[in-house]
């Protein structure tokens, strides 16, 4: 089974603070993706890796920076958190082609005071 | 560019009872479609997709999902639910790139 790995299940950090969410799989995916999830809004996607050091913006990365330095590794940072950016927060990963679904972890619940 | 729209958010049944939640989508592009189920404090888990084929889809658990072509419409059902499937369900569609469109989600409760 794959197995996507969140550092965290809840955090709690200060505004202003530079906040770091790590997420590990274990199944040699090429793409994997940050989704933050609020109540009523869904999944939305932050950034998303195609490949090792490459990234592009999903639909509401302002605020947020990604790095993807391992295959197995995405990491997203939020560079000054304000309390908007409270929320959970999923990482997930997916195999390139095909009917491939995506992989997600069990998401951090982030909270900024 | 695609969209996905649930159109119900909060669906509360009764144990036994059969149930259909409903999914809408639009797309200017041939898509994949699947279904996601969250369990309270836990992420997603996939719970049916489909590609092409038959427009009836079965995952596991009883719940099936039928692809309808003209209405752009994938509605999860299932005949009998069970106070398990409480939970937050999720429609999502894939075409033209590695990105999922997510909708907002269905809240299913199963009362006793």
């Known amino acids: 089974d794959v197995k996507v790995t969140q550092s965290s299940r809840y955090l709690v950090k200060r505004t202003g603070e530079k906040v770091f969410l790590e997420c590990v799989q274990d199944m040699d995916h090429e793409n994997m993706f940050w989704y933050r999830q609020d109540p009523g809004l869904g999944l939305r996607l932050i950034y998303f890796?195609?490949?090792?050091?490459?990234?592009e913006k999903g639909d509401i990365p302002e605020g947020y920076s990604v790095s993807r330095e391992k295959k197995e590794r995405f990491s997203l940072i939020l560079e000054s958190a304000s309390t908007n950016q409270t929320s959970m927060y999923l990482c997930?990963?997916?195999?390139?082609?095909?009917?491939?679904?995506?992989?997600f972890g069990d998401g951090t619940r982030l909270s900024i005071l | 560019a695609q969209s996905v729209t649930q159109l119900d958010s909060q669906v509360p049944v009764f144990e036994e009872a059969p149930v259909e939640l409903r999914c809408n989508y639009s797309s200017s592009v041939s898509v994949y479609l699947f279904w996601y189920v969250q369990y309270p404090n836990q992420g997603l888990q996939l719970l049916l997709k489909?590609?092409?084929?038959?427009?009836l889809v079965e995952s596991i658990n009883g719940f099936e999902a039928e692809f309808n072509k003209s209405q752009t419409s994938f509605h999860l059902r299932k005949p009998s639910v069970h106070i398990s499937d409480t939970a937050e369900y999720f429609c999502a569609v894939q075409g033209g790139s590695e990105k999922l469109v997510f909708g907002k989600g269905t809240k299913l409760t199963v009362n006793p």
């Open positions: 997930a990963s997916r195999r390139t082609g095909g009917l491939q679904p995506q992989h």
């Open positions: 489909y590609l092409s084929g038959s427009t």
């Open positions: 890796s195609y490949d090792v050091k490459m990234k």
